[in-house]
């Protein structure tokens, strides 16, 4: 009878297969691959969804949680691929001499502006919500070209209209400005019910994401 008790540890046990060191580097090399290209989003995310901001001095808005997907082909007007702010107000309401309206599409564009070199990263969009004519002066200052807003309608459907209406206005929050990922998924508000927000806030608010999110295109 063969005594086993003495062989060498360091011998494998019989029929497990030997895992040469050059097959353990490349598996390491491979998943810390996998970490860095997956870091930017993940950290991200965490930053936002576990780490919350709790009303701290430098920020403004509201995180949605879970996110709050845009109805898929309700707009003409795709808003996939950017950050976005967007805003909903009627043209009537919107007229030279109203603070309340003119003041928030100021203030959108001046905090793209304020992100410098990322803010191809942002598209502003005003939703008018009825069927008024905008202003000439308000249309000519917040343009595509001069402001980076592009104006479009509530739909002319019914039942997309009404199906954007319940989204807006969710958590009753339908006045606010409203942040959308490139994914089109609102996951930030900014509440108007008292005013613009405060510029530096909200300044803060979008440059902390945009620095630790690298998704959403400049062009």
């Not at 030997?18 to 598996?27: M, Y």
């Not at 691959?33 to 509201?62: D, H, M, R, W």
């Not at 996939?80 to 007229?95: D, E, F, H, I, Y």
């Not at 002066?137 to 807003?149: I, N, R, S, W």
Request: glycine share 6%; net charge positive.
């Amino acid at each position: 009878m063969t005594d086993n008790t003495n062989l060498d540890p360091l011998i494998p046990a019989a029929g497990k297969p030997k895992i040469d060191a050059a097959t353990k580097r490349g598996r390491i090399q491979m998943i810390l691959l996998l970490l860095i290209c997956a870091s930017p989003v993940i950290a991200s995310y965490f930053t936002f969804y576990v780490i919350k901001p709790q009303g701290g001095k430098t920020n403004v808005g509201e995180l949605v949680t879970p996110v709050q997907s845009l109805p898929a082909d309700i707009l003409d007007t795709s808003l996939q691929g950017k950050w976005t702010l967007l805003v909903a107000r009627p043209a009537a309401n919107c007229q030279v001499g109203n603070d309340e309206c003119v003041s928030i599409l100021y203030l959108m564009r001046q905090v793209r502006v304020a992100m410098g070199k990322e803010s191809q990263r942002v598209q502003l969009v005003w939703l008018v919500t009825d069927q008024a004519p905008i202003h000439p002066d308000v249309l000519k200052a917040y343009d595509k070209e001069v402001a980076g807003f592009s104006i479009i309608r509530m739909p002319q459907d019914k039942a997309k209209a009404e199906k954007l209406n319940q989204w807006l206005n969710l958590d009753q929050a339908g006045s606010a400005i409203h942040l959308l990922d490139p994914r089109s998924d609102r996951m930030m508000r900014f509440d108007t019910t008292k005013g613009a927000p405060d510029f530096k806030k909200f300044s803060k608010d979008l440059e902390k994401l945009l620095k630790w999110n690298a998704i959403g295109k400049a062009s």
